[in-house]
């Protein structure tokens, strides 16, 4: 299997981090709509749902923007640090989804596992690849 190029795996870091910002953003101010496909629509908008939602926003705000600075800063190992704590993060998502998958709304623990997933494997190569300088 073939390695991400330099270029591409800071680029996939950069994405993953915006990305990650843009959604935690979002499950701080409007926490149940990202729980809402996860959870489903009563439990995303009860109490515990906002708090959870909020609590994971804060999560996915705070590995974002650490992953954001390091890559700005050109410093490729904190980087690496950030984005496969996120991926860790998001393989964790995947797992907790899976634990509970009879309990969780058909369509939405399916799209849950697979854009978690897929965000834990891209994070997981990004991590891996990026070069000793994150600059490119």
Do not use: F, K, Y
Request: aromatic share 2%.
């Amino acid at each position: 299997m073939r390695s991400m190029s330099s270029q591409w795996s800071r680029r996939c870091a950069v994405l993953l981090a915006v990305g990650r910002v843009a959604l935690g953003v979002t499950a701080v101010l409007r926490p149940e709509l990202p729980a809402r496909p996860w959870v489903g629509t009563v439990e995303a908008g009860g109490a515990a749902g906002r708090v959870l939602g909020r609590a994971l926003g804060g999560r996915d705000i705070g590995l974002g923007l650490g992953a954001l600075l390091a890559l700005r800063d050109d410093q490729a190992g904190p980087a690496a640090s950030w984005v496969a704590g996120g991926a860790l993060a998001d393989g964790v998502d995947v797992l907790a989804t899976v634990l509970s998958w009879r309990a969780l709304p058909p369509g939405g623990r399916v799209a849950v596992t697979a854009v978690a997933g897929s965000a834990a494997i891209l994070g997981t190569l990004a991590a891996t690849t990026l070069p000793a300088r994150a600059a490119g």
